[in-house]
């Protein structure tokens, strides 16, 4: 998967699961600005960042990481 599209997955969980940039950001223990680049595609999340993401937005790898 792209790097790009890991970053709008990850973006159209947090808006469905009613989370802002900010409040997203700070459960994951992030800067709002480390979010968005990864939202844009600029940024790949590290290992930790991923699994901290996953943990806040209650979803497997799988899901995030699933084909339509």
């Keep these: 998967m792209e790097k790009d599209s890991v970053g709008r997955r990850i973006r159209a969980f947090r808006k469905l699961k009613g989370y802002t940039q900010?409040?997203?950001?700070?459960?994951?223990?992030?800067?709002?600005?480390?979010?968005?680049?990864?939202?844009?595609?600029?940024r790949i999340p590290n290992d930790y960042i991923l699994g901290r993401a996953l943990s806040v937005l209650n979803i497997t790898t799988e899901e995030l990481f699933q084909s339509k």
């Design 22 to 42: 900010e409040s997203f950001a700070r459960a994951v223990g992030i800067s709002v600005s480390v979010l968005g680049e990864i939202e844009r595609g600029n």
